[in-house]
């Protein structure tokens, strides 16, 4: 390995370590290829024998360059979103590679996790706002759940008609849901057999997966950025069930006096500090539905959390993650208050909270989705 071998299908180099990098390869896998002179990643191995593809990850840097390269190009851009992670799969920089030359699809994904009572248009309009924050307009947004996609005809038609000829490039961020939805398009598309056109996005070493389209032009699978502000990040593997939730989000709403704390699992805590009336404070929140929220006393919260982490208030972070940092707001209007990753509890006007959560994930207030 040490003088370095590469993946005949995509061209990484192949390493052992890095299981969501390019050029992935299990030791015992390894050995096994190498027997037979083929030497392929996980990801190109995948791709070729189950026509299924799998995320690979990148540093901001390379992906810097990724974007570059598409802005070169005339193509489409597919943006994919998470609508229970919004903030978390919005991609940086994205508007001002590709803003003004390359129109931008949107697809906010895993919609099956909103509550089903909330009209499409709704979100749409609200995901619109945001994404004008951003100074992104894109020439169209559609909902899907890429997990099971009920609109996947209605969606590549859309693509069809919008790329006019032009390349197709799909971006987001990793845990988005890319894979899947492009697992899904493969699976649509039967017959595809020289799928696994691998290659290299020119000076940088990330490899793309080429999707014929009849014309053709390319439906392009680019790597996922890595966003380090997820909360998916700050936990171990056996507790991502609680961090990427599978079904849809059931609202829970508690009535809070002031100096009350909810803490969430073990993984985040807040405080209501102080509310504008006399009444008590609805919050309602959005979060895995297996992931216990538990109710007690501001004062005494902290030893409250010693005495009973990992047990009453589990999953806690991983070992690696730093230490709990606090931030403190105030609503002015009714709006969510946003673990990033993690859910989101929605607040009415004028209320002091405070939010406890590991160092390097963000915490903030936005226009209430819900
Ligand atoms: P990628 O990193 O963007 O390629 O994301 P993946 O396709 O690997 O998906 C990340 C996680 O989200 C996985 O646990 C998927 O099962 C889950 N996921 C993907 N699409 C959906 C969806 O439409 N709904 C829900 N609830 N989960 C999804």
Redo the contacts with the bound molecule.
């Keep these: 390995l040490k003088e370095g071998l590469y993946c005949i299908g995509c061209g990484a180099l192949m390493q052992v370590d890095q299981k969501n990098e390019a050029g992935y390869l299990p030791m015992s896998a390894m050995q096994k290829q190498l027997e037979s002179d083929q030497l392929l990643c996980q990801r190109c191995f995948r791709l070729r024998h189950y026509n299924e593809i799998q995320?690979v990850s990148l540093t901001d840097d390379d992906f810097m360059k990724l974007l570059h390269q598409v802005s070169e190009d005339k193509a489409l851009i597919v943006y994919?979103l998470d609508l229970f992670d919004f903030s978390g799969s919005t991609i940086p920089g994205l508007p001002r590679f590709v803003g003004d030359k390359n129109p931008i699809y949107v697809l906010g994904?895993?919609?099956?996790?909103l509550p089903k009572s909330l009209k499409d248009h709704k979100i749409k309009d609200w995901v619109r706002g945001r994404l004008k924050e951003e100074g992104i307009r894109p020439v169209d947004i559609d909902l899907?759940?890429?997990?099971?996609p009920a609109n996947l005809d209605l969606i590549l038609d859309k693509i069809d008609d919008l790329r006019s000829g032009r390349d197709v490039y799909v971006v987001?961020?990793?845990?988005?849901?890319?894979?899947?939805?492009i697992n899904q398009i493969i699976k649509s598309k039967t017959g595809v057999q020289e799928l696994i056109t691998t290659s290299r996005f020119p000076g940088t070493t990330l490899d793309q997966i080429a999707i014929p389209l009849d014309d053709g032009q390319n439906l392009i699978d680019t790597p996922?950025i890595i966003k380090a502000d997820q909360y998916a990040h700050q936990v171990d593997d056996k507790n991502?069930k609680y961090v990427?939730?599978?079904?849809e989000i059931k609202a829970r709403t508690y009535q809070l006096n002031d100096e009350q704390t909810l803490f969430i699992g073990g993984l985040a805590r807040f405080d209501l500090v102080a509310s504008s009336s006399d009444q008590k404070t609805s919050a309602t929140c959005y979060f895995e539905n297996n992931l216990n929220i538990h109710r007690t006393k501001m004062a005494g919260a902290s030893d409250f959390y010693d005495k009973h982490q990992g047990e009453l208030l589990a999953p806690v972070p991983k070992k690696e993650a730093k230490g709990f940092v606090k931030t403190e707001l105030k609503t002015k209007t009714e709006a969510d208050l946003v673990f990033a990753g993690l859910g989101f509890i929605t607040l009415p006007a004028g209320v002091t909270i405070r939010a406890y959560v590991p160092e390097g994930v963000s915490v903030f207030l936005r226009k209430a989705m819900i």
């Design positions: 995320p994919v994904n895993k919609v099956d996790l899907t759940s890429a997990a099971h987001g961020t990793t845990n988005v849901g890319k894979s899947t939805l996922g991502l990427l939730p599978k079904n």
